[in-house]
């Protein structure tokens, strides 16, 4: 069985940071890519970075390039979005995303 649990998320304020996590079972992790997505309330869910599955080719949204940072370590079967210069409007629900595989999602408010 195919799991992926998203972690880390939070309150934080305007200018904080998280680092979430994704923990991958079930999957050869190291065949697939991985990427972020995120889904505020009322909106449809946006993409927000991609790693491929050697981790060489990464590519984020232009509403997140230059505050976060994907990665991932195959084995350990993880990858994190580490997220810098919150805004407001990072506010949504954050997923991991592999192949055909969502986690749950994890919450991220940010607000003062």
């Known amino acids: 069985q195919v799991q992926l649990v998203e972690s880390g998320g939070g309150l934080v304020q305007p200018g904080g940071s998280l680092r979430l996590s994704c923990v991958v079972s079930?999957?050869?992790?190291?065949?697939?890519?991985m990427s972020w997505y995120r889904q505020a309330p009322g909106k449809e869910r946006e993409w927000v970075a991609y790693?491929?599955?050697?981790?060489?080719?990464?590519n984020y949204a232009d509403s997140v390039k230059g505050r976060f940072t994907i990665s991932r370590d195959n084995a350990k079967n993880m990858g994190w979005l580490q997220m810098n210069s919150l805004k407001p409007e990072d506010t949504a629900v954050y997923y991991c995303?592999?192949?055909?595989?969502w986690g749950q999602g994890t919450q991220v408010t940010v607000s003062s």
């Open positions: 079930g999957l050869s992790f190291w065949n697939y890519a």
């Open positions: 790693i491929s599955s050697s981790g060489d080719s990464i």
């Open positions: 995303n592999a192949y055909v595989y």
